[in-house]
């Protein structure tokens, strides 16, 4: 055997190996911009940004002033003074831009961002981290989650959300006998039907604050369960049995998870969304919680929005907006495949 032929063989049987090596993963991959990914081995790393520049082939910005289902208080605009990268962060820094009257009667008087990998990438099963700070502010509403990239079970709630990590920018917000501000996050995966929708969520609390450092999330999304991390301590894990998600919320009526397997509806891709959304009239800021100088509306307020911009006294300075506090800031995102 001349060395040629032996080289040949040589790379070969690496190849051999490489290929003995790869244990196929049960990760699916779908969007733009991981268009001809081959074979997907377990551990591979399929998504990682670093946050060197903003890459606006992965990131979306949704261009919205409707509230997003929550009649939130914010326009959500694509603009580079609210989302940006800095020094390898991530940064969506809300904006104070005031009494503006907006299309449609509404009123939003802060602009933000929501960037979202919709199209462009979304996955079933696998493990997902990203390392955040989170805002400090009255009535900021940070999010890093994942939405359904087709409606494969029906609009929502039927087709699923997955809450990697939510949060409240009040430092001293008050309800339940705790506190829900900066110094505790959620996660949790919401399901069901139109009429019966089910939210399975559990908590994580540190008495500094979430704004205080950063912390990392994490989310492993098998075909038997779904578990969320806080700095690596297991906050809740949700293991639906050969009944489904349907006998897991106990619902009733028509089944829209017929048929699919027992992690239906998330047994499809979902893309991610991070966000920092204001306020608003969910109920996800209670009426009834104890802040200093109080709430400035209602949530059954026809003009919320405007009572939140009247009582800008209690809240604007909360903010510091001559410093990154009201910001949240991601070091990382990561996807690795099961």
């Not at 040629?4 to 040589?10: K, L, P, S």
Request: aromatic share 14%; glycine share 10%.
């Amino acid at each position: 055997m001349n060395r040629y032929q032996y080289f040949a063989v040589a790379l070969l049987a690496l190849f051999h190996s490489s290929d003995a090596q790869c244990q196929p993963s049960r990760t699916r991959i779908s969007g733009t911009y991981k268009n001809g990914q081959g074979q997907i081995c377990s551990g591979d790393l399929i998504l990682s940004d670093n946050f060197k520049n903003l890459d606006q082939r992965l990131w979306n910005h949704e261009l919205t002033v409707d509230g997003n289902g929550n009649g939130e208080f914010q326009q959500y605009v694509n603009d580079r003074s609210i989302s940006f990268v800095n020094r390898g962060k991530l940064i969506i820094r809300p904006k104070v831009v005031g009494n503006v009257p907006l299309n449609n009667g509404y009123f939003n008087p802060v602009q933000s961002a929501r960037m979202t990998t919709a199209g462009r990438f979304a996955f079933t099963y696998g493990i997902l981290e990203t390392r955040a700070k989170l805002p400090a502010g009255d009535w900021l509403w940070p999010a890093i989650w994942l939405l359904a990239q087709d409606r494969n079970y029906g609009g929502y709630p039927h087709s699923g959300e997955i809450d990697l990590m939510e949060s409240r920018g009040n430092k001293n917000l008050y309800a339940w006998g705790k506190k829900i501000g900066t110094q505790e996050v959620s996660s949790t995966v919401h399901f069901g039907q139109t009429y019966s929708q089910v939210d399975l969520g559990f908590l994580a609390h540190n008495e500094p604050g979430f704004d205080e450092a950063f912390h990392v999330y994490k989310l492993i999304w098998t075909p038997d369960y779904i578990a969320f991390f806080v700095d690596g301590r297991e906050t809740g894990r949700v293991t639906p049995t050969n009944g489904g998600f349907y006998e897991l919320g106990r619902l009733s009526g028509n089944n829209p998870f017929a048929g699919a397997t027992k992690m239906a509806p998330f047994d499809k891709d979902f893309y991610l969304l991070i966000n920092v959304a204001v306020g608003g009239t969910g109920g996800y800021f209670p009426d009834k919680c104890v802040n200093p100088n109080g709430k400035p509306w209602k949530s059954s307020s026809p003009n919320a929005a405007r009572d939140f911009w009247n009582g800008r006294w209690q809240w604007r300075p909360t903010w510091n907006e001559g410093t990154r506090q009201r910001a949240l800031q991601v070091d990382y995102v990561k996807v690795w495949a099961l």
